[in-house]
Protein backbone atom coordinates (compact mmCIF):
# COMPACT_ATOMS: atom_id res chain seq x y z
CA UNK A 1 0.00 0.00 0.00
CA UNK A 2 1.28 3.47 -0.20
CA UNK A 3 0.87 6.07 2.07
CA UNK A 4 -0.38 9.48 1.49
CA UNK A 5 2.27 12.26 1.83
CA UNK A 6 0.56 15.71 1.33
CA UNK A 7 2.02 18.29 -1.03
CA UNK A 8 3.94 20.98 1.48
CA UNK A 9 4.22 22.84 -1.21
CA UNK A 10 0.64 23.43 -2.32
CA UNK A 11 -1.00 26.74 -2.68
CA UNK A 12 -4.00 27.91 -1.84
CA UNK A 13 -6.26 30.49 -4.38
CA UNK A 14 -4.31 33.65 -2.79
CA UNK A 15 -1.17 31.45 -3.29
CA UNK A 16 -0.21 31.38 -0.03
CA UNK A 17 1.81 27.57 1.29
CA UNK A 18 1.25 25.79 4.27
CA UNK A 19 4.43 27.86 5.51
CA UNK A 20 3.39 31.39 4.92
CA UNK A 21 0.40 30.86 6.86
CA UNK A 22 2.59 29.11 10.02
CA UNK A 23 4.79 32.09 9.69
CA UNK A 24 2.26 34.68 9.90
CA UNK A 25 0.35 33.42 13.18
CA UNK A 26 3.41 31.81 14.70
CA UNK A 27 2.68 28.24 14.58
CA UNK A 28 6.70 27.86 15.16
CA UNK A 29 6.21 23.99 15.96
CA UNK A 30 4.37 23.28 12.80
CA UNK A 31 7.21 25.57 11.00
CA UNK A 32 9.59 23.58 12.12
CA UNK A 33 7.76 20.32 10.91
CA UNK A 34 7.32 21.66 7.33
CA UNK A 35 11.27 23.14 7.19
CA UNK A 36 12.21 19.44 7.84
CA UNK A 37 9.70 17.91 5.91
CA UNK A 38 11.37 20.49 3.12
CA UNK A 39 9.26 23.22 2.80
CA UNK A 40 10.36 25.75 -0.10
CA UNK A 41 11.28 28.36 2.15
CA UNK A 42 11.27 31.10 -1.25
CA UNK A 43 7.45 30.35 -1.79
CA UNK A 44 5.52 33.11 -2.88
CA UNK A 45 1.91 34.67 -2.20
CA UNK A 46 0.20 36.33 -5.02
CA UNK A 47 1.73 39.42 -3.76
CA UNK A 48 5.21 38.64 -3.86
CA UNK A 49 5.86 38.07 -0.58
CA UNK A 50 8.15 35.17 0.94
CA UNK A 51 7.53 33.35 4.75
CA UNK A 52 9.43 35.60 6.15
CA UNK A 53 7.58 39.26 4.97
CA UNK A 54 4.69 37.66 6.36
CA UNK A 55 6.44 36.33 10.11
CA UNK A 56 7.63 40.43 10.00
CA UNK A 57 4.06 41.74 9.02
CA UNK A 58 2.46 39.09 12.14
CA UNK A 59 4.82 40.64 14.51
CA UNK A 60 6.30 37.25 15.01
CA UNK A 61 9.96 37.53 16.45
CA UNK A 62 10.33 33.96 17.58
CA UNK A 63 9.39 32.89 13.82
CA UNK A 64 12.07 35.13 11.81
CA UNK A 65 14.60 33.64 13.64
CA UNK A 66 13.93 29.89 12.90
CA UNK A 67 13.19 31.07 9.47
CA UNK A 68 16.77 32.94 9.36
CA UNK A 69 18.78 30.48 11.55
CA UNK A 70 17.21 27.10 10.80
CA UNK A 71 15.63 27.32 8.09
CA UNK A 72 18.60 29.57 6.40
CA UNK A 73 16.14 32.04 4.53
CA UNK A 74 17.79 35.51 3.80
CA UNK A 75 16.56 38.27 5.95
CA UNK A 76 17.21 40.66 2.62
CA UNK A 77 14.91 38.81 0.81
CA UNK A 78 13.27 40.71 -1.74
CA UNK A 79 9.70 40.64 -2.73
CA UNK A 80 10.00 40.55 -6.80
CA UNK A 81 6.55 42.35 -7.19
CA UNK A 82 7.21 45.83 -4.80
CA UNK A 83 11.20 45.25 -3.56
CA UNK A 84 10.15 45.27 0.17
CA UNK A 85 12.13 43.52 2.22
CA UNK A 86 11.31 41.55 5.87
CA UNK A 87 12.32 45.15 7.85
CA UNK A 88 9.70 47.14 5.21
CA UNK A 89 6.84 44.97 6.14
CA UNK A 90 8.19 45.07 9.88
CA UNK A 91 7.93 48.38 9.71
CA UNK A 92 4.43 49.09 7.84
CA UNK A 93 2.91 46.99 10.70
CA UNK A 94 4.80 48.44 13.54
CA UNK A 95 6.11 44.83 14.62
CA UNK A 96 8.68 46.37 16.32
CA UNK A 97 10.11 43.63 18.07
CA UNK A 98 10.74 42.36 14.53
CA UNK A 99 12.48 44.92 13.35
CA UNK A 100 15.08 44.70 16.43
CA UNK A 101 15.28 41.00 15.20
CA UNK A 102 16.13 41.51 11.55
CA UNK A 103 18.21 44.80 12.32
CA UNK A 104 20.60 42.20 15.20
CA UNK A 105 20.74 39.97 12.43
CA UNK A 106 22.73 42.44 10.14
CA UNK A 107 19.80 43.58 7.63
CA UNK A 108 20.55 46.83 6.01
CA UNK A 109 18.77 49.52 7.76
CA UNK A 110 17.81 51.48 4.46
CA UNK A 111 16.63 48.86 2.08
CA UNK A 112 14.61 50.62 -1.04
CA UNK A 113 11.29 49.76 -2.15
CA UNK A 114 10.49 49.88 -5.94
CA UNK A 115 9.42 53.90 -5.30
CA UNK A 116 12.21 54.28 -3.37
CA UNK A 117 11.08 54.41 0.01
CA UNK A 118 12.81 53.11 2.93
CA UNK A 119 12.10 51.28 6.04
CA UNK A 120 11.60 54.36 8.18
CA UNK A 121 10.11 56.40 5.51
CA UNK A 122 7.41 53.53 5.41
CA UNK A 123 6.83 53.92 9.26
CA UNK A 124 6.74 57.52 9.25
CA UNK A 125 4.03 57.55 6.35
CA UNK A 126 1.78 54.89 8.36
CA UNK A 127 2.68 56.28 11.89
CA UNK A 128 4.18 52.82 13.60
CA UNK A 129 5.88 55.05 16.53
CA UNK A 130 7.43 52.40 17.90
CA UNK A 131 9.35 51.08 14.64
CA UNK A 132 9.77 54.88 14.29
CA UNK A 133 11.79 55.52 17.74
CA UNK A 134 13.91 52.28 16.69
CA UNK A 135 15.01 52.82 13.29
CA UNK A 136 15.78 56.46 14.19
CA UNK A 137 17.93 55.23 17.02
CA UNK A 138 19.75 52.45 15.23
CA UNK A 139 23.36 52.67 15.09
CA UNK A 140 24.68 50.89 12.32
CA UNK A 141 27.76 48.58 13.15
CA UNK A 142 31.30 49.55 11.64
CA UNK A 143 31.99 48.11 8.70
CA UNK A 144 34.68 45.29 8.22
CA UNK A 145 35.41 45.58 4.86
CA UNK A 146 38.76 48.35 4.50
CA UNK A 147 39.01 50.14 1.42
CA UNK A 148 42.63 49.84 1.45
CA UNK A 149 41.58 46.57 -0.30
CA UNK A 150 39.89 47.49 -3.12
CA UNK A 151 40.23 51.74 -3.33
CA UNK A 152 42.03 52.71 -6.84
CA UNK A 153 41.53 56.25 -6.09
CA UNK A 154 44.56 57.37 -8.71
CA UNK A 155 42.91 59.97 -11.22
CA UNK A 156 42.01 58.69 -15.08
CA UNK A 157 42.02 55.00 -13.69
CA UNK A 158 38.53 54.23 -15.80
CA UNK A 159 37.10 51.00 -16.86
CA UNK A 160 39.46 50.16 -19.34
CA UNK A 161 42.60 50.61 -16.70
CA UNK A 162 40.66 48.49 -14.43
CA UNK A 163 39.90 45.72 -16.93
CA UNK A 164 43.82 46.16 -18.00
CA UNK A 165 44.72 46.41 -14.20
CA UNK A 166 43.00 42.84 -13.32
CA UNK A 167 44.20 41.18 -16.34
CA UNK A 168 47.55 41.80 -15.70
CA UNK A 169 47.34 40.04 -12.40
CA UNK A 170 49.14 36.61 -11.81
CA UNK A 171 46.85 33.86 -13.03
CA UNK A 172 43.94 36.49 -13.80
CA UNK A 173 41.23 37.25 -12.45
CA UNK A 174 38.52 34.89 -10.86
CA UNK A 175 34.89 35.43 -10.51
CA UNK A 176 33.82 37.85 -7.86
CA UNK A 177 36.84 39.47 -8.25
CA UNK A 178 36.28 43.24 -7.97
CA UNK A 179 38.17 46.83 -7.69
CA UNK A 180 36.18 50.29 -6.91
CA UNK A 181 37.25 53.23 -8.32
CA UNK A 182 36.14 57.17 -9.36
CA UNK A 183 33.38 57.46 -12.10
CA UNK A 184 34.54 58.33 -15.28
CA UNK A 185 31.16 60.64 -15.66
CA UNK A 186 30.76 61.84 -12.62
CA UNK A 187 34.04 62.83 -10.01
CA UNK A 188 31.76 62.96 -7.17
CA UNK A 189 30.34 59.24 -7.59
CA UNK A 190 32.49 56.45 -7.44
CA UNK A 191 32.71 52.80 -9.67
CA UNK A 192 32.29 48.93 -8.85
CA UNK A 193 34.39 47.29 -11.51
CA UNK A 194 33.55 43.51 -11.35
CA UNK A 195 34.70 40.29 -12.63
CA UNK A 196 32.21 37.42 -13.82
CA UNK A 197 31.91 34.30 -15.96
CA UNK A 198 34.94 35.81 -18.09
CA UNK A 199 33.39 39.47 -18.48
CA UNK A 200 33.78 42.97 -16.76
CA UNK A 201 30.93 44.42 -15.26
CA UNK A 202 31.19 48.12 -14.22
CA UNK A 203 28.05 49.79 -12.02
CA UNK A 204 27.86 53.38 -11.04
CA UNK A 205 28.52 53.87 -7.48
CA UNK A 206 26.15 57.00 -6.38
CA UNK A 207 27.34 59.04 -3.52
CA UNK A 208 24.36 61.02 -2.67
CA UNK A 209 25.68 62.71 0.53
CA UNK A 210 28.22 61.99 3.49
CA UNK A 211 26.68 58.89 4.64
CA UNK A 212 24.73 57.92 1.44
CA UNK A 213 25.98 55.26 -0.74
CA UNK A 214 23.95 53.16 -3.51
CA UNK A 215 24.43 50.68 -6.60
CA UNK A 216 20.86 51.22 -8.81
CA UNK A 217 17.90 50.51 -6.53
CA UNK A 218 19.96 48.87 -3.78
CA UNK A 219 19.77 49.80 -0.20
CA UNK A 220 21.69 53.08 1.17
CA UNK A 221 24.74 53.03 2.70
CA UNK A 222 26.17 54.80 5.30
CA UNK A 223 29.70 54.01 3.29
CA UNK A 224 31.65 52.54 0.80
CA UNK A 225 32.86 49.77 3.23
CA UNK A 226 29.41 49.27 4.46
CA UNK A 227 28.49 48.69 0.58
CA UNK A 228 31.14 46.38 -0.14
CA UNK A 229 30.15 44.38 3.18
CA UNK A 230 26.58 44.09 1.77
CA UNK A 231 27.56 42.93 -1.63
CA UNK A 232 29.93 40.72 -0.07
CA UNK A 233 26.89 38.78 1.36
CA UNK A 234 24.59 38.43 -1.45
CA UNK A 235 24.57 39.67 -4.97
CA UNK A 236 21.05 41.47 -4.51
CA UNK A 237 21.34 42.56 -8.01
CA UNK A 238 24.65 42.25 -9.33
CA UNK A 239 25.69 38.97 -11.28
CA UNK A 240 27.53 37.83 -8.37
CA UNK A 241 28.81 38.23 -4.81
CA UNK A 242 32.12 40.12 -4.50
CA UNK A 243 34.58 37.69 -3.20
CA UNK A 244 38.05 39.17 -3.60
CA UNK A 245 39.62 42.09 -4.28
CA UNK A 246 42.78 43.54 -5.73
CA UNK A 247 44.64 46.74 -4.21
CA UNK A 248 46.99 49.04 -5.68
CA UNK A 249 49.86 47.13 -5.53
CA UNK A 250 47.70 43.29 -7.43
CA UNK A 251 47.75 41.77 -3.99
CA UNK A 252 44.20 40.27 -3.64
CA UNK A 253 42.32 40.23 -0.31
CA UNK A 254 40.07 37.36 0.28
CA UNK A 255 36.51 39.29 1.91
CA UNK A 256 35.87 39.51 5.54
CA UNK A 257 32.28 38.84 4.97
CA UNK A 258 30.46 35.85 5.21
CA UNK A 259 28.56 34.99 1.97
CA UNK A 260 25.10 33.81 2.07
CA UNK A 261 24.97 31.01 -0.38
CA UNK A 262 20.72 29.38 0.04
CA UNK A 263 18.40 31.92 -0.97
CA UNK A 264 19.62 32.90 -3.95
CA UNK A 265 20.56 29.37 -5.04
CA UNK A 266 16.99 28.60 -6.36
CA UNK A 267 15.44 32.31 -6.62
CA UNK A 268 13.04 31.75 -9.39
CA UNK A 269 9.40 32.17 -8.33
CA UNK A 270 7.28 28.84 -7.22
Not at 118 to 139: F, G, H, M, N
Not at 140 to 164: E, G
Not at 184 to 204: G, M, P, R, V
Amino acid sequence: YSIYQPNVNGKDSCGSTAIHHASYFGHDDILRLLIKAGCYLLARDINGATALHRAAAGNRPSTLLILIHEGLADYEERNYINYWVPLHEAAFYNSSVCIQVLLNCGASLRPRTDHGKTPLQIAEEVKSDESIIILRQYKTPSAKSSRLDWLHDQLNFDRIMAKQFMESIHNGPTNGMFLIRHSSTNSNNYALTLYYDNEFFNFEIVHLNETTYYIDDGPFFDSLEHLVDHYCRIPDGLPTILTCSVNKSKEIAQSRIQPFTTSYRNNQTK
